[in-house]
């Protein structure tokens, strides 16, 4: 079993940054993939962007080049670096991974891009 515990997420103006971590914990050997998804009011859940074992990443084009996944093994954390939020970046995001055929999920934190 894993376990995720997201956090970080908050109330932000247009244009501000913030970072979510999520922590893992229980047995989290041989996770292959890690990603963050969000989900919109209204809207289906989405992909925002992955991590693999080897630190290939892959992002949602609606945030390249404004979102950095990373993770830090040692420490058990991923990452998702936010600059430049727009309105649109609100909703709850959750992280995942994946272990074997396994996609553990995290309870979500919420990200409100508003003035």
């Known amino acids: 079993q894993v376990q995720l515990e997201e956090s970080g997420g908050g109330l932000v103006q247009p244009g501000g940054s913030l970072q979510l971590s999520c922590v893992s914990s229980?047995?989290?050997?041989?996770?292959?993939?890690m990603a963050w998804y969000r989900q919109a009011p209204g809207k289906q859940r989405e992909l925002v962007a992955q991590?693999?074992?080897?630190?290939?990443?892959n992002y949602a084009d609606a945030v390249k080049g404004r979102f950095t996944i990373s993770k830090d093994n040692a420490r058990r954390t991923l990452y998702l670096q936010m600059n430049n939020l727009s309105p649109a970046a609100t909703a709850v995001y959750y992280c995942?991974?994946?272990?074997?055929?396994?996609?553990?999920w995290g309870q979500g934190t919420q990200v409100t891009v508003s003035s």
């Open positions: 995942t991974h994946r272990l074997g055929t396994r996609d553990y």
């Open positions: 229980g047995d989290t050997f041989g996770i292959i993939l």
């Open positions: 991590i693999s074992s080897g630190r290939s990443t």
